[in-house]
């Protein structure tokens, strides 16, 4: 019965429901654009095998492992926790033979995988979101490449894969950790491995241009029996992979690493959903709450208040139900509009595609029909319990209900919002997400004691619009006594500024603190080199141009990832390998021990890291170096300038042999004249070595996936803003029409409309300044020490200028519809 009564409501008050069915669809589509998202990374394989062709692989760690366990009485836990490596330590002599003499072993073919860096005239050779990784000839054979074009490759010469565009008889420069090489092409192969470019050299050149003491993995022809028989064989010192799981074996950095983008969508599904619920809710808690009078006539008549809230519950059921119709396609355009930006962003492997499940998308419905009838239950409660008459006198002033409760759920998110900020480490690598979380807490508090807050700011911004005339004192009148709904129109708004600002500026803050720290830390050396063909140069090529006479003092950091143990997780920490000489060129901020006695078993480590772990200098942390191999070096300094440069400081040889790219990405040079050093080097430029630019790509394209979610956030809370003006507006048609009936000018009552609306942004933005602040403040204390409200004030000005723009806009155009002479037929002529 309530259902049908429902479908028939809707049907007749279209209009009515208009404003929640929009912001249900909307909130639907991010729902399953993030759901999409999220599980699509989740669900994402390695792409295709490389080692198609073999029935088993044999490859060293690809992770490091660690097993803590805790005796808790009456049973042992155990947990063992991964941590993925960059790199890949080479088999040793010993697996290789024992591999190749089981029994049942038909061929056993070595594969040396190292990532190296092409360039033809003076340009870099890449295929656009592949990495570029060289193999010996030998293991193309169980791989899906094949000749196309050309010959095999002899001493000398290079056969490259199609989609690097390089015609046989070019001659490419190759540059890997040992060197560079000028070698010719001979022929093209063609092949599918998503996220791979191929580069096959010849085997008698493979240990000189890799590094590599051995095979990075190996893949062998056997019968299933043997292939158990090699396991046993092996006995450890290496994991056999079968089936799906032989890609495994292949270079890490060389397969798609989806744990980072797990991480950002996630963020990305955490955004969206709290935006969705959070103004879903207030729209449709600002319905109900229009809907007092008829609400009251409902008891009246002798509805209980069981049989109200079946009606609205299933309404609103319906509202969201129909929302779905649009808002699913919606959602699955938009997965594959971000899927495409964030793989630009390079936030997402370029492999990464969207898969478009049906039981997310039901998921996203469910969601979005579970808010909109939680919402209606909780505003329809109090309208559903109350006597008619008081409902009725509501319906027309608004009313004061609940006050203790609302201080205590208040108080209790504002102890959880400054718990996040003062326990939780926000100069870590989970900042930003807990600024979030912060943030979200601190909305929620200030929705819990709304109609307080706003009642207090509303009085205040009457007596400030008073001074316009007339119309001014009249509209502040008239907000003091809509309390609630003034407090519809203010949320969204306050949501739309806090929860985009914190994010926006927040990364603003992290990067200004990360240029300056650049800065300082190039303030003594005069020009830094970088390769312009390729990721970087050899050390021993580095360590030549800082022994030319007109160098007094060099510093050479080779970019690399370590593997540190904390509270039984092993966590990947960026790094730099750091070779210096004569004076100083690089300035770290060290504050305990010296950098001058960094050697072959020492380490170097930054403030926040050591006073994470409990480090001192003396210590011997066990670390894990970009291709497994675990080292227990001494804690020689700690250092503060640590931002866009590493958490660790090893020796630069160390990191070098250890990493499968180890190249020089950046040289300062100190001395008089030391830009001419590489003036007329080929591949090399020299530039300002205080440039805050350097070495910041990784956090500029941080910055702009922040950027994008802030866009859909921002997207969607505007049109839920203008969607909510567009409600409340439209609610008071009779009001408005009595108005006019009274005497007044369309022109009076647009001018009363806007006073209003003035007066609404003008609170929402004084709380989500207020709650902006109290969030990106604490969290650029946590980066340097210094309190912040924003790093570029332009940027924070437009931004309030933009949203205060925005929420007079929303106000004055359902205004000008809602008065125009069709909308109030009350008035003739």
Not at 110 to 129: N, R, S, Y
Not at 681 to 702: E, F, I, K, Y
Request: hydrophobic share 50%.
């Amino acid at each position: 019965m309530s259902a049908r009564l429902a479908v028939a409501s809707v049907r007749h008050r279209r209009a009515s429901f208009a404003g929640t069915f929009l912001t249900a669809a909307l909130a639907v589509a991010l729902l399953a654009a993030g759901g999409l998202l999220l599980w699509s990374v989740l669900t994402a394989g390695p792409g295709a095998d490389r080692f198609a062709r073999a029935d088993a692989t044999v490859a060293g760690a690809r992770d490091v492992a660690v097993t803590t366990t805790k005796d808790k009485g009456d049973k042992v836990k155990t947990k063992t926790k991964t941590e993925r490596l960059t790199g890949a330590e080479p088999l040793p002599d010993t697996v290789v033979r024992a591999v190749a003499g089981v029994p049942g072993v038909e061929s056993v073919v070595e594969d040396h995988a190292f990532p190296v860096a092409l360039a033809a005239e003076g340009a870099p050779v890449a295929a656009p979101g592949a990495a570029t990784v060289a193999h010996g000839w030998s293991s193309a054979a169980l791989t899906p490449y094949r000749l196309v074009d050309g010959t095999a490759p002899g001493r000398g010469e290079v056969v490259l894969q199609r989609d690097l565009g390089v015609r046989p008889g070019t001659v490419v420069r190759l540059t890997s950790r040992t060197g560079t090489q000028e070698l010719r092409v001979v022929g093209v192969v063609d092949g599918d491995v998503p996220g791979q470019a191929g580069v096959f050299v010849p085997d008698s050149q493979v240990p000189a241009l890799s590094g590599l003491t051995g095979p990075t993995a190996l893949a062998i022809r056997a019968e299933p029996a043997a292939v158990d028989a090699v396991a046993e064989a092996v006995d450890g010192a290496a994991t056999v992979h079968t089936g799906a799981d032989k890609v495994a074996a292949d270079l890490p950095g060389a397969v798609p690493d989806y744990v980072g983008a797990v991480s950002v969508l996630g963020f990305t599904l955490g955004i969206t959903g709290f935006a969705a619920i959070f103004v879903l809710t207030g729209t449709v808690s600002l319905s109900v709450r229009q809907r007092l009078r008829e609400l009251a006539l409902l008891r009246t008549i002798g509805a209980t208040p069981r049989q109200l809230h079946r009606i609205l519950r299933a309404e609103a059921a319906v509202v969201a139900l129909l929302a779905a119709v649009p808002g699913l396609p919606a959602g699955v355009a938009l997965a594959h509009v971000l899927a495409a930006r964030f793989r630009a962003l390079g936030a997402v492997p370029a492999q990464l595609t969207v898969d478009v499940n049906v039981p997310v998308l039901v998921a996203a419905v469910a969601a979005g029909v579970l808010v909109t009838t939680s919402a209606t239950w909780v505003a329809a409660r109090r309208a559903a319990r109350i006597p008619p008459t008081l409902a009725l006198q509501e319906s027309a002033v608004a009313g004061r209900a609940g006050t203790a409760p609302r201080v205590v759920v208040a108080a209790v998110l504002v102890a959880g919002a400054v718990a996040v900020l003062t326990l939780v480490p926000l100069g870590g690598p989970f900042g930003m997400g807990m600024s979030f979380v912060a943030s979200a807490l601190l909305l929620c508090a200030t929705v819990a004691v709304g109609p307080l807050l706003v009642g207090a700011l509303t009085a205040a911004a009457s007596r400030a619009v008073a001074v316009t005339g007339p119309l001014g004192l009249l509209a502040g009148s008239l907000a003091r006594a809509g309390n609630q709904r003034v407090v519809g129109v203010v949320v969204p708004l306050t949501l739309m500024f806090a929860l985009n600002a914190t994010m926006l500026l927040s990364g603003d803050v992290q990067a200004q603190v990360t240029a300056d720290q650049q800065v300082a830390r190039s303030a003594l050396s005069d020009v830094r080199v970088a390769a312009t063909d390729g990721p970087g140069v050899p050390l021993d090529r580095a360590q030549d141009l800082a022994r030319d006479p007109r160098v007094s003092g060099a510093a050479a950091t080779i970019g690399t990832r370590v593997v540190v143990t904390r509270d039984g997780k092993p966590e990947d920490y960026p790094s730099e390998g750091l070779w210096a000489t004569g004076e100083d060129a690089l300035d770290l901020g060290v504050v305990h021990g010296d950098l001058g006695d960094l050697g072959s078993r020492t380490v170097a480590v930054s403030v926040p890291l050591a006073r994470a772990n409990g480090w001192a200098v003396g210590d011997r942390p066990t670390l894990w170096l970009a291709d497994g191999t675990p080292v227990r070096p001494t804690i020689v300094a700690t250092y503060t300038r640590w931002r866009g440069f590493g958490d660790l400081v090893l020796p630069a040889g160390l990191a070098a042999a250890h990493d499968p790219r180890g190249l020089v990405g950046s040289l300062y040079l100190r001395g008089d004249d030391v830009a001419a050093v590489v003036a007329d080097v080929p591949g090399l430029a020299a530039t300002a070595a205080a440039d805050p630019r350097a070495g910041a790509a990784d956090l500029r394209n941080q910055q702009a996936a922040w950027e994008l979610m802030v866009v859909i956030s921002l997207g969607f809370t505007a049109i839920a803003v203008v969607n909510t003006f567009a409600v409340s507006t439209a609610a008071r048609r009779r009001e408005l029409g009595d108005l006019r009936l009274s005497g007044a000018t369309g022109r009076q009552v647009h001018g009363l409309l806007d006073r209003e609306a003035v007066v609404a942004v003008a609170i929402a933005l004084v709380l989500g300044c207020a709650v902006a602040g109290a969030v990106v403040g604490t969290f650029s204390i946590a980066q340097d020490g210094r309190w912040r409200l924003f790093a570029d004030p332009l940027r924070y000005l437009g931004m309030v200028g933009a949203v205060g723009l925005l929420g007079i806009v929303a106000g004055a155009v359902p205004a000008r519809i809602v008065v125009g002479r069709r909308s109030l037929p009350l008035i003739a002529g």
